[in-house]
């Protein structure tokens, strides 16, 4: 079955330092976001692409951040000067979004902690 | 506003049926979902339903929607120790893209 992957599972970064965190989606699938979750919190919104630009993106995801599709496979998303509150599990999720099913499939998250 | 809101924790015993409630504030809801979250793997949708539907049955997962009073439920038959995990109820509307998560509700499994 198709899947999502992310890499790595886990990153440790000191504070100030730039992280990349990969997502490699579905195949065939158009739309692509990035979530995460803060340890004991609710699953969060940060960025939606699409067509190669960002959709939608929620007041978390400041300058700080940033995605691209550098290439036809990878998704991105990359944090320039991490802060202690950035620690968190970031979940990369691909959706087909046709006309009849809205179905986004989740990777298995990538645990980013800042030290 | 777009909010979901369930129960933290569900305690039930191994053999009876859980049921795990949820309600949602934006009556634009599209598509409703139940998502699993196993102790540190990350999240797996388990079924979803459309908003102009009652109803849905997958095997041992029987998910109800309430459209009126905005209330959803996630019914497993038969529970097994396999099913503890927390349970994500969430949502997305016709509006954008983005999927609403509710806390989720901590399964636990008594033996």
């Known amino acids: 079955e198709p899947e999502v992957t992310q890499t790595p599972s886990h990153q440790v970064t000191q504070m100030g330092q730039e992280v990349i965190l990969r997502c490699v989606p579905i195949?065939?699938?158009?739309?692509f976001y990035w979530y995460r979750q803060i340890l004991g919190q609710k699953v969060e919104f940060l960025v939606s692409?699409?067509?190669?630009?960002?959709?939608?993106k929620s007041e978390i995801f400041d300058d700080q951040f940033s995605v691209e599709r550098p290439d036809g496979s990878n998704f991105t998303l990359k944090i320039r000067s991490t802060k202690l509150e950035d620690s968190a599990m970031y979940f990369c999720?691909?959706?087909?979004?046709?006309?009849?099913?809205?179905?986004?499939?989740f990777g298995q998250g990538t645990r980013l902690t800042v030290v | 506003g777009e909010d979901v809101e369930q129960s933290l924790f569900l305690s039930v015993r191994e053999g009876d049926s859980s049921v795990i409630n949820c309600t949602y504030t934006?009556?634009?809801?599209?598509?409703l979902y139940w998502y699993k979250q196993e102790p540190g793997a990350g999240l797996q949708l388990l079924t979803y339903?459309?908003?102009?539907?009652d109803m849905k049955q997958d095997q041992r997962l029987t998910v109800l929607l309430n459209k009126k009073d905005k209330h959803l439920s996630l019914r497993i038959a038969d529970t097994q120790t396999g099913d503890s995990a927390i349970y994500f109820c969430?949502?997305?509307?016709?509006?954008?893209?983005?999927?609403?998560f509710g806390k989720g509700t901590r399964l636990h499994i008594l033996p």
């Open positions: 999720a691909s959706s087909a979004r046709t006309r009849a099913k809205n179905e986004a499939f």
């Open positions: 195949s065939n699938h158009l739309y």
């Open positions: 692409f699409y067509n190669n630009e960002i959709s939608e």
């Open positions: 934006d009556s634009s809801s599209t598509y």
């Open positions: 339903i459309f908003s102009n539907m």
């Open positions: 969430a949502e997305t509307t016709d509006r954008d893209d983005k999927i609403i």
